[in-house]
């Protein structure tokens, strides 16, 4: 009998990160000061991070040991198992194997908290007793509430109003973790004041939340940001993921042919990809097929330029080099798939402007469609965003059936979808609206950008 499970025993959770830095041709573009366009130093970040974390953003060392701290929390859900998708398999009728590393384990049921226990151990030590973030639809908001109890920190979190308003129940999640959750933007920033008497109905932003967060912690002494993607720090943690998936691969005594996953800042699919990716830099698995998946509403890696632009839509973070839609870019309302950040890691989007990585874009009700194929087969209500991942291994297995070829795809599966049945009702009601984003809009909000030499 095939197994349908591959799992690995705690002991097999990895003692070291793996930093992609250290295995680059060319380093990364340094991230530059909003305001003089010069490289930040260690520095410029000491306001908002601890120096550990700081240090693992510009190291150039191959591997960073993950402190037993942390290795103990994270026995509470890994090593996660890797899933062979028999019965998807069977009603694709391809010959492909397909394969999904899934990480709706974890206790706020995403990869996030891979890199929420990291951020929050490490402010932890440096004696830090306050973090604050932002979150949208509430994800990284509960994986950092969840962190932060394991550790005896405050937490507070910036929510997006609209989302506030809409999704109650991570905000209850949060909550139960002991987090103070706020529908942002709120009366206790100057950011937040300025904006809230413009317009005091604004149903609030990503960019603005950030905003709220980065002040705070700028402004307390005891107090530190989190950020839950984007980052190299982030991907560095993430890749506990692409880890594991190695080892448990070997196990199989198989070796992938494609590797896919959504990318919204590109913290789960970088952290599942990399450690892959080194064996195609080092030239060991040259014909791997490695692709990111994103929504057509929000194209940054299919129709973006690589280019320096802010990390923020206000434009106070520093400037970071990699694929954008502009920093103001707006998501249509309607849309439900998320993943919508307008730009990414600029590990991830370096490694695919150098074709070590390409990507996808795919319409809302397909990544549904398949969703909903996937829950009928292999039971798992997957996230919207996860959903992506999903629609390109099918779309990967069809090619696979129709050229009678028997390749061995795996995808990341994120996380799970209890908080998101709204939009799985919105799919089967058929109130599912397909939209791409206009090309036209995407060239008014580049040619805002700053030049960069
Ligand atoms: C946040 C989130 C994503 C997108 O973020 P990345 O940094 O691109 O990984 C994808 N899937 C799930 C389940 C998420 O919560």
Same mark, same amino acid.
């Given at each position: 009998m095939t197994k349908t499970k591959i799992l690995l025993d705690?002991?097999? #959770?990895?003692?070291k990160w793996y930093n992609i830095q250290a295995d680059l041709k060319t380093p990364l573009d340094p991230p530059l000061? @909003?305001? !003089?366009?010069k490289p930040i130093g260690p520095n410029d970040l000491k306001a908002i991070f601890p120096m550990e974390l700081i240090k693992q953003e510009v190291s150039t060392e191959r591997y960073i040991s993950i402190p037993e701290e942390i290795r103990e929390i994270y026995? #509470?859900?890994?090593?996660t198992p890797l899933y062979r998708a028999k019965n998807l398999e069977k009603a694709l009728k391809t010959p492909a194997k397909i394969y999904y590393k899934w990480e709706g384990v974890s206790p706020p049921g995403s990869h996030k908290p891979n890199s929420a226990v990291a951020q929050a151990y490490f402010n932890m030590k440096a004696g830090i007793t306050r973090v604050v973030t932002e979150t949208g639809a509430g994800q990284w908001g509960s994986a950092l509430a969840f962190a932060s109890s394991k550790f005896n920190l405050k937490c507070r979190v910036y929510m997006v109003k609209c989302s506030y308003e809409q999704k109650p129940y991570r905000r209850i999640l949060m909550e139960n973790w002991g987090a103070k959750v706020f529908s =942002? @933007? !709120?009366? +206790?920033t100057k950011s937040g004041k300025e904006i809230l008497k413009k317009d005091p109905n604004t149903p609030g932003s990503l960019g603005i939340s950030i905003s709220e967060a980065v002040e705070d912690a700028a402004t307390h002494e005891d107090t530190n940001y989190c950020l839950g993607s984007v980052l190299n720090h982030v991907v560095l943690h993430q890749t506990v993921i692409g880890l594991e998936l190695k080892k448990q691969f070997e196990l199989l005594d198989e070796y992938p042919d494609i590797i896919c996953g959504c990318v919204g800042g590109g913290s789960n699919f970088a952290g599942t990809s990399f450690p892959f990716i080194r064996d195609k830099i080092i030239g060991k698995k040259p014909d791997l097929k490695i692709v990111s998946v994103e929504p057509l509403v929000c194209p940054t890696l299919t129709k973006g330029e690589y280019r320096y632009d802010f990390g923020d839509s206000v434009g106070l973070t520093p400037l970071l080099k990699m694929y954008t839609l502009g920093h103001g870019f707006v998501p249509p309302a #309607? %849309?439900?798939?998320? +993943?919508?950040? %307008?730009g990414g890691s600029p590990l991830l989007c370096k490694l695919t402007k150098e074709r070590y990585m390409e990507a996808l874009a795919y319409y809302q009700n397909e990544v549904f469609e398949a969703a909903t194929l996937f829950a009928k087969t292999e039971g798992f209500v997957v996230a919207p965003e996860a959903a992506h991942a999903v629609k390109a291994a099918i779309d990967f297995a069809r090619i696979c059936k129709n050229e009678n070829k028997k390749k061995i795809i795996v995808f990341g599966n =994120?996380? %799970?979808g209890h908080f998101d049945l709204s939009a799985y009702d919105a799919y089967n009601n058929k109130q599912m609206q397909n939209y791409a984003y206009p090309e036209k809009l995407i060239t008014n909000n580049l040619e805002k950008l700053p030049l960069i030499n």
């Open positions: 705690e002991n097999d #959770i990895p003692k000061n @909003p305001k !003089t366009k026995r #509470i859900w890994r090593p =942002s @933007p !709120t009366n +206790l #309607i %849309h439900a798939g998320g +993943l919508r950040y %307008h =994120s996380g %799970h």
